[in-house]
């Protein structure tokens, strides 16, 4: 008798768990699907060929697809006779070197800081840390437009300098994530270093930014991928009437005025711009997922 | 039962100092610094510790200089008009025309500006608070989705790096793509989908949705990321030590998991209340300023505070009292969002310590 309701309660046990389960995965499947979709409409929109679209519903599914949208995003720009090169190329030319200059070399700064705070000696250094930490933590975000009369002041505005400069000294978040990482060292390998002869800053290099490259590799992306994807800065300094300073995300919000007949490569036109950092997510995962989640984490 | 609830708590409270731990332990050293010998009590300024101060400062004196003189510029324009021409920049005392524009509707009749923008500012403050609640229900997803993920059924690593793919979209596109699905005519994909011919961005009965829900596509991607984190960081000997005493899943959610990520929980309210509160980018960008006067939309259904700043800003060159509203405007903003962020940020601290 006991022998057969043994089983019989296991088999219930089973079951309520696959139910559970179906619950599980129809909630992430209705997730994804909510995901997917716009993603897909923009995708499907953008390999539409012109005739096919201007029917009187969404055309899910193009009886010819094309993919001319694409290459007419390089050839049919309006801004092609004045700026001598497609305005999204120029774009990604300007958002690369206005992006990547102050978060490399802002991230340099932030170690050297974290450096002096974890492993240098000088006067003063907890409460200066505290204070330095406690007022970076303000929210001064809404402070951000106004800013414009400084920059204005400075004579900075209408140049890219507003959106470089600032970067450059590094941040105080970074900072504090980098000296948890380096009071992980020991000092008797900083101690080696000097024994070899390197000067204070010659350790930074030779040992402490070798040796915290995953953590510079966190904060690198963290950085990069919010300076990639910025508008607001960029539709406040860049001069709005010349394309070829526009960064990349400021050319896509101006598509319609570059693009203004055809619907099609303004899709294909955002599904280039998202694709550099997609493809560089699926490469690496594991980093940009640790890098957004860590370079989040403060205090 | 009621014991063990308070054991749980007890124990998830140990759980949450542990995790904390290494967060305390920066600036708390002192064995390694004591290998300087005696030298550490009588610290001296050298030129190595001229060194370390300075590139200690370097990161401040970037925040004094591109964060603090911008504040102090914008208290000077508070109080003055702002006149910029090619002679330079003048400011001159304007006995609280700033402030009158936005909070007096009588004011403006003289200045190119119509009108005062009193009741403007009032709705937009209404919208900017609704637009920003949004960060709630962000939240709540986000914590949602990480606990279903956390249950490791096969292909949640799949489903993890799915849902993050939103955070690394830039908003711009975003709000191309939610601009193209609420496109107002019959073709438009949702019109399609329900078969209706709304002009989903014209219609100020709808304008607040559009972004709500092109909110709600993106911003959960970031918090369930940290969730996932946080939970993962849960000790499994706790599940374990509330099953034995025979706690259902709830309050293993309750009692275990929800103070275990605590920290998660406030930071993510502090981050979202500051993006939300100050959301200028997806509102500017879905539903633009159409032509004539009305700016955010129909009716100013999507004029959040960020965007009544940036229109000031943008005439200012119309007339000098734009930038000094603009001032007022931002300083308003700061008082909504900083009270809210210290006072979490106090909470936090007790917890820690506690």
Not at chain 2, 5 to 20: I, K, L, W
Not at chain 2, 23 to 43: E, I, N
Not at chain 2, 312 to 317: A, Q
């Given at each position: 008798?006991?022998?057969?309701?043994?089983?019989?309660?296991?088999?219930?046990?089973?079951?309520?768990?696959?139910?559970?389960?179906?619950?599980?995965?129809?909630?992430?499947g209705i997730w994804t699907l909510f995901l997917f979709l716009p993603v897909y409409t923009l995708l499907v929109s953008s390999i539409?060929?012109?005739?096919?679209?201007?029917?009187?519903?969404?055309?899910?599914?193009?009886?010819?697809?094309?993919?001319?949208?694409?290459?007419?995003?390089?050839?049919?720009?309006?801004?092609?006779?004045?700026?001598?090169?497609?305005?999204?190329?120029?774009?990604?030319?300007?958002?690369?070197?206005?992006?990547?200059?102050?978060?490399?070399?802002?991230?340099?700064?932030?170690?050297?800081?974290?450096?002096?705070?974890?492993?240098?000696?000088?006067?003063?250094?907890?409460?200066?840390?505290?204070?330095?930490?406690?007022?970076?933590?303000?929210?001064?975000?809404?402070?951000?437009?106004?800013?414009?009369?400084?920059?204005?002041?400075?004579?900075?505005?209408?140049?890219?300098?507003?959106?470089?400069?600032?970067?450059?000294?590094?941040?105080?978040?970074?900072?504090?994530?980098?000296?948890?990482?380096?009071?992980?060292?020991?000092?008797?390998?900083?101690?080696?270093?000097?024994?070899?002869?390197?000067?204070?800053?010659?350790?930074?290099?030779?040992?402490?930014?070798?040796?915290?490259?995953?953590?510079?590799?966190?904060?690198?992306?963290?950085?990069?991928?919010?300076?990639?994807?910025?508008?607001?800065?960029?539709?406040?300094?860049?001069?709005?009437?010349?394309?070829?300073?526009?960064?990349?995300?400021?050319?896509?919000?101006?598509?319609?005025?570059?693009?203004?007949?055809?619907?099609?490569?303004?899709?294909?036109?955002?599904?280039?711009?998202?694709?550099?950092?997609?493809?560089?997510?699926?490469?690496?995962?594991?980093?940009?997922?640790?890098?957004?989640?860590?370079?989040?984490?403060?205090? | 039962?009621?014991?063990?609830?308070?054991?749980?708590?007890?124990?998830?409270?140990?759980?949450?100092?542990?995790?904390?731990?290494?967060?305390?332990?920066?600036?708390?050293?002192?064995?390694?610094?004591?290998?300087?010998?005696?030298?550490?009590?009588?610290?001296?300024?050298?030129?190595?510790?001229?060194?370390?101060?300075?590139?200690?400062?370097?990161?401040?004196?970037?925040?004094?200089?591109?964060?603090?003189?911008?504040?102090?510029?914008?208290?000077?324009?508070?109080?003055?008009?702002?006149?910029?021409?090619?002679?330079?920049?003048?400011?001159?005392?304007?006995?609280?025309?700033?402030?009158?524009?936005?909070?007096?509707?009588?004011?403006?009749?003289?200045?190119?500006?119509?009108?005062?923008?009193?009741?403007?500012?009032?709705?937009?403050?209404?919208?900017?608070?609704?637009?920003?609640?949004?960060?709630?229900?962000?939240?709540?997803?986000?914590?949602?989705?990480?606990?279903?993920?956390?249950?490791?059924?096969?292909?949640?690593?799949?489903?993890?790096?799915?849902?993050?793919?939103?955070?690394?979209?830039?908003?711009?596109?975003?709000?191309?793509?939610?601009?193209?699905?609420?496109?107002?005519?019959?073709?438009?994909?949702?019109?399609?989908?329900?078969?209706?011919?709304?002009?989903?961005?014209?219609?100020?009965?709808?304008?607040?949705?559009?972004?709500?829900?092109?909110?709600?596509?993106?911003?959960?991607?970031?918090?369930?990321?940290?969730?996932?984190?946080?939970?993962?960081?849960?000790?499994?000997?706790?599940?374990?030590?509330?099953?034995?005493?025979?706690?259902?899943?709830?309050?293993?959610?309750?009692?275990?998991?929800?103070?275990?990520?605590?920290?998660?929980?406030?930071?993510?309210?502090?981050?979202?209340?500051?993006?939300?509160?100050?959301?200028?980018?997806?509102?500017?960008?879905?539903?633009?300023?159409?032509?004539?006067?009305?700016?955010?939309?129909?009716?100013?259904?999507?004029?959040?505070?960020?965007?009544?700043?940036?229109?000031?800003?943008?005439h200012r060159g119309t007339d000098p009292v734009a930038l000094s509203a603009a001032s007022a405007v931002s300083w308003i903003l700061?008082?909504?969002?900083?009270?809210?962020?210290?006072?979490?940020?106090?909470?936090?601290?007790?917890?820690?310590?506690?």
């Amino acid at each position: 008798m006991q022998a057969k309701t043994i089983p019989a309660k296991r088999a219930v046990r089973r079951k309520k768990f696959r139910v559970s389960r179906v619950i599980i995965y129809a909630v992430l499947g209705i997730w994804t699907l909510f995901l997917f979709l716009p993603v897909y409409t923009l995708l499907v929109s953008s390999i539409t060929p012109a005739e096919e679209a201007s029917a009187s519903t969404f055309t899910w599914f193009p009886a010819h697809p094309t993919f001319q949208p694409y290459a007419d995003i390089f050839l049919h720009d309006n801004n092609l006779g004045k700026i001598g090169m497609p305005t999204l190329v120029y774009g990604f030319i300007n958002t690369l070197w206005i992006t990547l200059l102050p978060v490399v070399v802002g991230l340099i700064v932030s170690g050297l800081s974290a450096y002096a705070y974890s492993k240098l000696d000088f006067p003063g250094r907890k409460v200066i840390f505290k204070i330095a930490f406690a007022i970076s933590m303000i929210p001064l975000g809404a402070f951000s437009v106004i800013s414009f009369l400084y920059y204005d002041l400075l004579g900075w505005t209408e140049s890219a300098l507003p959106l470089i400069i600032p970067g450059l000294f590094g941040s105080m978040n970074t900072v504090f994530f980098l000296k948890m990482y380096y009071e992980t060292v020991p000092n008797e390998i900083l101690e080696a270093a000097k024994i070899d002869g390197k000067g204070t800053i010659g350790v930074f290099f030779s040992i402490l930014l070798p040796l915290a490259v995953p953590a510079f590799i966190a904060q690198f992306i963290f950085g990069f991928v919010g300076g990639y994807n910025s508008y607001m800065g960029p539709l406040l300094y860049l001069p709005q009437d010349d394309a070829s300073t526009w960064t990349l995300q400021l050319a896509l919000s101006k598509i319609v005025d570059i693009f203004p007949n055809d619907a099609n490569i303004r899709c294909a036109s955002m599904v280039l711009g998202l694709l550099p950092l997609v493809v560089l997510f699926c490469f690496c995962q594991k980093l940009f997922i640790e890098g957004i989640a860590v370079g989040g984490v403060k205090g | 039962m009621e014991r063990n609830e308070n054991r749980n708590a007890a124990a998830a409270e140990e759980v949450f100092s542990g995790s904390v731990a290494a967060d305390a332990a920066c600036g708390a050293q002192p064995a390694l610094r004591g290998t300087r010998g005696g030298r550490a009590k009588k610290r001296k300024w050298t030129s190595h510790s001229f060194l370390a101060l300075f590139l200690a400062l370097l990161p401040m004196i970037g925040f004094v200089l591109f964060s603090t003189a911008p504040l102090i510029i914008s208290i000077v324009a508070l109080f003055c008009d702002v006149t910029i021409d090619w002679k330079g920049i003048a400011f001159d005392w304007n006995a609280f025309d700033g402030f009158r524009m936005i909070f007096d509707d009588d004011f403006g009749m003289g200045t190119q500006f119509a009108r005062g923008f009193s009741s403007v500012f009032w709705k937009s403050l209404g919208i900017t608070l609704w637009l920003g609640s949004t960060q709630f229900v962000t939240l709540l997803i986000a914590l949602g989705l990480s606990v279903l993920l956390a249950t490791k059924l096969k292909g949640s690593k799949l489903f993890q790096v799915l849902f993050f793919i939103p955070h690394i979209c830039s908003s711009v596109s975003v709000a191309f793509m939610w601009s193209w699905m609420f496109l107002g005519q019959p073709e438009g994909i949702l019109n399609t989908i329900f078969g209706t011919a709304i002009r989903w961005i014209n219609n100020p009965r709808t304008i607040p949705w559009t972004i709500i829900v092109a909110t709600i596509w993106q911003a959960p991607a970031y918090g369930t990321v940290m969730f996932k984190a946080a939970l993962a960081n849960v000790e499994q000997s706790q599940y374990e030590a509330a099953s034995l005493d025979g706690a259902n899943s709830w309050q293993k959610f309750r009692y275990v998991t929800i103070p275990g990520i605590m920290p998660t929980i406030f930071y993510l309210l502090i981050a979202g209340i500051g993006a939300g509160l100050l959301m200028y980018d997806m509102a500017a960008l879905i539903v633009p300023d159409p032509w004539g006067s009305t700016i955010g939309g129909q009716d100013h259904m999507a004029l959040t505070l960020m965007r009544l700043v940036f229109y000031f800003n943008e005439h200012r060159g119309t007339d000098p009292v734009a930038l000094s509203a603009a001032s007022a405007v931002s300083w308003i903003l700061f008082l909504l969002v900083a009270p809210v962020s210290v006072w979490l940020y106090a909470r936090r601290e007790k917890r820690m310590e506690g």
